[in-house]
């Protein structure tokens, strides 16, 4: 396994997951491909990574209406920075469908010098909104690069959401380099790792996210990279904090200068201890549930409740998955025999236990509402950052 980042050849593997279904296999039988967990972190760069498992087509979901939906809400500061760039003449690029929200936001004033990367002109995507993994594979590839630089050279590169997903960053940022200017900045909003790894919470792993940066980790791989952060800020969130960070490249000799951050070699090992230490507490629960014959369900089907089902073995303890979703109702919960059933069956199935795997926000609302089909069942989440965490 070759680090991700700065392409060191030793990584520690932290621990294996076991096999685990991609998070948009959803079918009508059981049979899916599973892929295996591995996790391991950089000794150099320190970068907590997942191991890339799978050909290229297993990343890409055959199901039409799977949507990846990100937090845009902390945009706000980012956007009146670009604006004040773009009243100052500066020119800005913003990469793919995960920038649109800026894009719709200040183009009508400055239709001249910004520019959203076209995914189906420069990057042969013919998808209408491609995910990550689409959009980074084109930009690693060499004979695009020709294409791309075309459309000249930038001050400001904005990327939301997309470095997480790239599965050679080195990469990705030596092809995006093109199209900057030799003075001018990157600004990539990302994923803050940092409290869900430092919490245990295994179903913050997910095989889109071949990387799982903390802003420590973020600084140091830069530095290795031969950047320089000039600014990171962080935006709280329940569970999932992001990260907005503004890097410019070094010259040569200023590289030297510069101390290189102190990796945080700890956090990959905590993470999986944890992991393991929740993962016994959990099954020692449910078996004790089980053996008082009680009824235990998942409300939410997802790539967080997929990754926390198979990662801590739960086939014999779960009777009931839920979720909503027009889409999935009556396929089966991938890698299971398990059937995705609407709510309201709650109700005729008896349920004794509910564990949530929703956004910590909508957990009250969904609680309130079921409570009144049957209010002798017991909630709990499988977020941390919950107030009803297990
Ligand atoms: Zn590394």
Request: proline content about 3%.
């Amino acid at each position: 396994m070759k680090c991700n980042i700065c392409k060191n050849k030793s990584i520690k593997i932290l621990n294996n997951f076991g096999s685990i279904p991609r998070s948009f296999d959803f079918n009508k039988t059981n049979i899916v491909k599973k892929y295996k967990f591995i996790l391991g972190q950089c000794t150099e760069c320190s970068v907590i990574q997942l191991k890339k498992t799978g050909n290229d087509k297993s990343f890409i979901p055959k199901l039409k209406w799977i949507k990846n939906n990100e937090p845009d809400e902390h945009l706000t500061e980012l956007i009146l920075y670009l604006e004040k760039k773009l009243n100052e003449k500066k020119k800005i690029l913003l990469i793919s469908n995960f920038d649109k929200k800026i894009y719709d936001l200040l183009k009508k004033k400055h239709v001249k010098n910004l520019k959203l990367l076209d995914s189906k002109k420069y990057l042969q995507i013919p998808k209408k909104n491609p995910n990550q993994f689409l959009i980074q594979k084109s930009i690693l590839k060499k004979k695009y690069l020709k294409k791309m630089s075309n459309i000249g050279k930038f001050d400001i590169i904005v990327s939301c959401r997309v470095l997480e997903h790239t599965y050679d960053l080195n990469l990705f940022i030596k092809n995006l380099e093109f199209l900057l200017k030799p003075d001018g900045n990157f600004i990539f909003e990302i994923p803050d790792s940092f409290k869900s790894l430092s919490q245990g919470d295994v179903s913050m792993l997910w095989e889109e996210h071949p990387i799982y940066f903390t802003k420590k980790s973020f600084l140091r791989a830069f530095q290795i990279l031969g950047y320089k952060v000039l600014s990171c800020k962080k935006y709280l969130y329940p569970q999932e904090d992001a990260l907005v960070l503004r890097v410019k490249k070094y010259s040569k000799e200023k590289m030297i200068v510069n101390k290189i951050e102190k990796p945080d070699i700890k956090l990959g090992m905590l993470f999986v201890k944890k992991c393991l230490f929740k993962k016994k507490k959990l099954i020692s629960f449910l078996k004790t549930q089980m053996n008082k014959n009680k009824k235990v369900a998942i409300f939410g089907a997802g790539h967080r409740s997929i990754v926390y089902f198979h990662a801590n073995r739960l086939k014999s303890y779960i009777n009931y998955i839920f979720d909503d979703h027009k889409n999935k109702k009556n396929l089966v919960f991938p890698g299971t025999k398990l059937k995705i059933k609407p709510s309201v069956d709650i109700m005729k199935n008896k349920v004794d236990i509910c564990f949530l795997s929703l956004s910590v926000s909508k957990e009250k609302r969904v609680i309130d509402k079921l409570r009144k089909l049957d209010n002798k069942i017991k909630f709990y989440s499988i977020s941390p950052d919950s107030k009803y965490a297990f």
